[in-house]
């Protein structure tokens, strides 16, 4: 099976501008969660979608939204973009088989640098 | 306090050796538990799950877990140079809230010097 992809690896914007990330999950895996990763905080829950649904939430800004097609791909997109923003977002995906389980498989990322 | 919080790094061990990372958590009410691996510049890979109280083993990997004192550990048996990298600690919690969120310790860099 392959593996979460995400797409583009690099970016780098400008302050003020807007971008898009996107994630398609291993084939058969319905929830995509996201995470945003910097030296500092280390990895943090951005959001998570399942069917199409965002069932769960961090504690980001509005800026920071996303959402999942029917295909279960999903996007996350960050608008008006600070320099505090640089970092390596994250997708990752899981099969959700019980209540309980979240095995997550990461993709490689995408590295993001806001100048 | 953090809710997940890893032993202070880093761990460096001969090849060969046992290594311990340890790992607790704040939150009584988290039923999964996850050990990964982030090589620099590469993305977390999972390597460990446990869900119960007791021990999991995987090749040369033994996870622990133990609910009543909120910890979680990973041995990692016979080191090699490949397996320096941070570890990272990850909990989960059980619906609601906890839907697709993996709540992250700050990981433990380990090295393995031959």
């Known amino acids: 099976k392959a593996g979460v992809t995400q797409t583009p690896r690099y970016l780098i914007k400008t302050r003020g501008q807007q971008v898009t990330l996107s994630c398609s999950p291993i084939?058969?895996?319905?929830?995509v969660s996201w995470y945003q990763q910097t030296p500092g905080q280390g990895l943090q829950f951005l959001f998570e979608?399942?069917?199409?649904?965002?069932?769960n939430k961090g504690n980001f800004p509005g800026r920071f939204s996303g959402r999942q097609f029917s295909n279960s791909r999903s996007e996350m997109n960050v608008s008006t973009l600070e320099l505090g923003d640089s970092a390596l977002y994250l997708c990752?995906?899981?099969?959700?088989?019980?209540?309980?389980?979240?095995?997550?498989?990461f993709g490689p990322g995408t590295r993001l640098t806001v100048t | 306090q953090k809710e997940v919080e890893q032993n202070s790094g880093p761990l460096s061990v001969p090849e060969g050796a046992i290594a311990s990372l340890n790992c607790t958590y704040s939150?009584?009410?988290?039923?999964?538990f996850f050990w990964y691996r982030q090589y620099s510049g590469k993305s977390p890979e999972l390597i460990m799950s446990?869900?119960?109280?007791g021990d999991k083993e995987d090749g040369r990997f033994t996870a622990q877990l133990n609910k009543a004192s909120q910890y979680v550990s990973l041995l990692i048996r016979d080191s090699q140079p490949s397996d320096s990298a941070t570890y990272l600690c990850?909990?989960?919690?059980?619906?609601?809230?906890?839907?697709?969120?993996?709540?992250f310790g700050q990981g433990t860099i380990l090295t393995v010097h031959p």
């Open positions: 990752a995906s899981s099969f959700i088989n019980s209540p309980v389980n979240y095995e997550q498989y």
């Open positions: 084939s058969g895996h319905r929830s």
């Open positions: 979608y399942f069917s199409e649904t965002q069932r």
């Open positions: 939150d009584r009410g988290s039923q999964s």
């Open positions: 446990i869900y119960s109280n």
């Open positions: 990850a909990v989960g919690g059980a619906g609601g809230t906890s839907y697709g969120k993996l709540t």
